[in-house]
């Protein structure tokens, strides 16, 4: 399988999980991948923990850009009620303990709910797309650049749940500023720290296989950020 052909799937695991997770269970989730044919259940599985930390924001702006496959598309609605003759009987029940309503009033309930999210997703997808930052700044952005948002979301997730995570984090209370890849820098009194760090993950990107390289790239593009926040506390 291609490099494209992975990241084809795992964004399809993805729609699935995020558009179905808060009304069924990790187990259905998981064999109802399976049953589109998409991946097995432990791969599934994998990829949903990856992004089990993901914020209600960064889920939003994925749904916004990502352009859903038919089948899926259709498969999800099926099981959300909004086609509910063709619910199919083949996809395995949930636990039995599972608390989920399921009765009439919900269904629907859950179906207007859906219609309001895809007109939410449509709107963001206006070319005047917005997302409102934590200082309350207007970040524009323009759907041409996708491909970019995409790369430093990985290098974001990377930070946030991955390699950066394990390294840098010495609890789950500590923001990325004050980790040891920012903390470093400033005891220093410079951002040399970051960029030579930065410097040395591209270099070495260059003997390794093309899936740690681009891990190593990410790292790079968050030592380059830890850079710039140290730069930007400089009052120089």
């Not at 064999?31 to 994998?46: D, M, P, V």
């Not at 997703?121 to 041409?144: F, G, M, Q, Y």
Request: net charge negative; glycine share 4%.
């Amino acid at each position: 399988m291609t490099e494209e052909e992975k990241q084809i799937r795992k964004e399809r695991v993805l729609y699935i999980y995020f558009k179905l997770k808060e009304k069924k269970s990790k187990v259905f989730i998981e064999l109802f991948i399976k049953k589109q044919g998409i991946t097995s259940e432990s791969t599934a599985r994998r990829i949903i923990t990856d992004v089990a930390n993901w914020k209600q924001g960064e889920i939003d702006l994925f749904l916004a850009i990502y352009t859903p496959v038919k089948s899926d598309s259709e498969a999800i609605d099926d099981v959300l009620g909004l086609n509910a003759s063709k619910i199919s009987n083949e996809i395995a029940e949930e636990p039995k303990n599972d608390d989920k309503l399921k009765d009439d009033e919900i269904i629907n309930e859950l179906a207007a709910k859906n219609q309001e999210l895809q007109k939410y997703k449509n709107d963001l997808k206006d070319d005047r797309l917005k997302l409102l930052s934590d200082n309350a700044n207007v970040i524009e952005l323009n759907p041409k650049y996708d491909s970019l948002y995409k790369v430093l979301l990985a290098a974001h997730n990377q930070a946030g749940n991955g390699k950066g995570k394990e390294r840098h984090q010495l609890n789950d209370e500590e923001p990325f500023e004050n980790q040891k890849i920012c903390e470093i820098s400033r005891r220093l009194g410079s951002n040399d720290y970051n960029l030579g760090q930065a410097v040395k993950k591209i270099y070495e990107s260059k003997r390794l296989p093309k899936d740690r390289a681009i891990s190593e790239l990410l790292g790079a593009i968050n030592y380059i950020a830890a850079g710039i926040i140290i730069l930007e506390e400089s009052k120089e």
